[in-house]
Every structure is written in structure tokens, then in C-alpha cells.
């Protein structure tokens, strides 16, 4: 069974930088493509970044590009979202996921497992 589990999320301020990390175990990490999801109050969850299988190919929403990186660590099953400049816009739930295949993933439909998610809280 696939266990996704984030960490990191916190109340912080306009401008600061923060590192979200996703533990993952149940399968073999190494093989799939991964994704950052994040979901507003009142707003459907949307794509954040997604990262095939060996890290080589990366993909960031393009408003977002400037300051958020999307990076795995294959020995530590853990993936990763650094967020740079943070805005009160950022505020959200922030949401790892993965899919069965091991290309770059960029439709939430192909997204079958999901973490409880991390809140960040981006205060003005």
C-alpha cells in the first residue's frame, strides 16, 4: 500500500522560504513520477510541480517557476518542494502525490495516491 506523508507546512511570513518534504513507502519510489498539489479555501486543488522517476525532468506551474523547485532523493523515497519568497497568494494545503507511471505526470487524473496533505500559512 502506498503511503504518502508530508511534512514541513507552518504559519510563516511574507518573503521567507520554506523546504515541504513527502516520506513515501509501500513500493518501489524510484520508479514513479511524483507531484506537489496545493488546494485554497474555496478553490479546486491545482498543480503545483511534478518530477519523473529519476528527477531529470521537472515540471513547475508557470506562475510559480521563479521561486518554487521541485527535487527528489531516490535513496531517501522523500520528495521535495522548496518555495522561495513565500506570498499570502501561497497560502494553502499542500498535497504529494504520485500515479502508476514513471513519465512526467501533469494531469491530476493520473495522480492515484495522495498524502493527508500540509497547511502553509503565509501571513501578510
Known amino acids: 500500500q502506498v503511503q504518502l506523508v508530508e511534512s514541513g507546512g507552518r504559519l510563516v511570513q511574507t518573503g521567507v522560504s520554506l523546504r515541504l518534504s513527502c516520506a513515501a513507502s509501500g513500493r518501489s519510489f524510484s520508479t514513479y513520477a511524483m507531484g506537489w498539489f496545493?488546494?485554497?479555501?474555496?478553490?479546486?486543488?491545482?498543480l503545483v510541480a511534478a518530477i519523473n522517476w529519476s528527477g531529470s525532468s521537472t515540471y513547475v506551474e508557470d506562475s510559480l517557476k521563479a521561486r518554487f523547485t521541485i527535487y527528489r532523493d531516490n535513496a531517501k523515497s522523500t520528495l521535495y518542494l522548496h518555495m522561495n519568497s513565500l506570498k499570502p497568494e501561497d497560502t494553502a494545503v499542500y498535497y504529494c502525490a504520485t500515479g502508476d507511471y514513471s513519465n512526467l505526470l501533469v494531469s491530476l487524473a493520473a495522480y492515484h495516491y495522495w498524502g493527508q496533505g500540509t497547511q502553509v500559512t503565509v501571513s501578510s
Open 38 to 46: 496545493r488546494q485554497a479555501p474555496g478553490k479546486e486543488r491545482e
